[in-house]
Nanobody
């Protein structure tokens, strides 16, 4: 079982940037598809971005495409989410999910078996 810890959230003005990190335990992180999801108060968990095991495929939600970039460093057991041009509607708790069984990146949070505790991102206007 992999354990995940998110970090990097905070308060930022609209148009600003943040980089989130998802740090994983163990030495088999390269075997996991990883995704970022977010959840705002009163809303369902929303897909943000996902990345393949070998860093050769990524997918983004339309709402963040062109602004967010997901990347991974398997040697450091870490996945990143670079968030640029942040908007107030990006305000949410951001979660990192991982799954070993998935062959391809998935947009569905139900496909991910392991989750971190989340990190809060607040964007002010």
């Amino acid at each position: 079982q992999v354990q995940l810890v998110e970090s990097g959230g905070g308060l930022v003005q609209a148009g600003g940037s943040l980089r989130l990190s998802c740090a994983a335990s163990g030495r088999t992180f390269s075997e996991y598809v990883v995704g970022w999801f977010r959840q705002a108060p009163g809303k369902a968990r929303e897909f943000v971005a996902t990345i393949s095991k070998n860093d050769d495929s990524t997918h983004y939600a339309d709402s963040v495409k062109g602004r967010f970039t997901i990347s991974r460093d398997n040697a450091k057991n870490t996945v990143y989410l670079q968030m640029n041009s942040l908007k107030p509607e990006d305000t949410a708790n951001y979660y990192c999910g991982a799954d070993r069984v998935l062959v391809y990146p998935s947009n569905w949070y139900t496909d991910y078996d392991y989750w971190g505790q989340g990190t809060q991102v607040t964007v002010s206007s």
